[in-house]
């Protein structure tokens, strides 16, 4: 029996009103859906090109501008 979602564990709201799952709930699940979710802990992995390659190269973007490696 599936368990029921877990708010700011599971998922949480964002600015819009949207849903969004966290990276938690992504390894829970265990593969990429292939939507190109914001915190895919699978490097979109079944993301079609070229939206893939955008996405990854947006979260480098991020990575950088943050200061992080």
């Given at each position: 029996m599936k368990q029921p979602l877990v708010e700011n564990i599971d998922f949480y709201y964002n600015?819009?009103?949207y849903m969004v799952f966290t990276?938690?709930?992504h390894l829970d699940?265990?593969?990429c859906c292939g939507n190109g979710c914001r915190?895919?802990?699978y490097n979109f992995e079944s993301v079609p090109e070229p939206k893939k390659s955008i996405l990854l190269a947006k979260r480098q973007e991020n990575k950088n501008t943050k200061g992080e490696r």
């Open positions: 600015e819009q009103g990276e938690k709930f699940r265990g593969f915190h895919c802990p």
